[in-house]
């Protein structure tokens, strides 16, 4: 089951990999050719950064370890793999991103839309359209 874990983790990674290339490209193709050659800026750096830490958790396959704590005046032994396991709960905004990518709020026809306004449809945007 852990090696399951692994490669789901890696394959994670590799998609993390492919999706931001993919969005260096968009962008290297929106531009002229007069511009400052700069396509993606720090903090498109530093999303992508977050997100390959924070995929970067995972259940080790032979890791069985425990941490002590001092908690409440007592001493408590945590396993590694309960501390790694609440770490890698951060990776349920995948399924927020999925809702957004997958959402009829989301076509081709409602971003059109939204261009004509002037938003661009992101999750909140979601969000607000399903709530009303």
Not at 29 to 41: A, K, T
Not at 61 to 67: G, H
């Amino acid at each position: 089951m852990r090696s399951i874990n692994v490669a789901s983790a890696a394959i994670m990674i590799v998609t993390l990999f492919i999706r931001y290339r993919y969005q260096y490209l968009e962008r290297y193709s929106q531009l002229d050719l007069y511009s400052d050659g700069n396509y993606l800026d720090v903090w498109d750096y530093i999303g992508y950064l977050i997100e390959i830490v924070i995929n970067c958790f995972f259940l080790p396959p032979v890791i069985f370890a425990y941490y002590p704590m001092d908690l409440l005046g007592g001493r408590y032994e945590f396993k590694v793999d309960s501390l790694v396991a609440i770490c890698s709960l951060l990776r349920i905004y995948h399924f927020a991103r999925l809702y957004v990518h997958y959402s009829v709020w989301f076509t081709a026809e409602t971003q059109l839309i939204c261009k004509k306004f002037g938003f661009i449809p992101d999750l909140y945007f979601v969000i607000k359209t399903e709530l009303k």
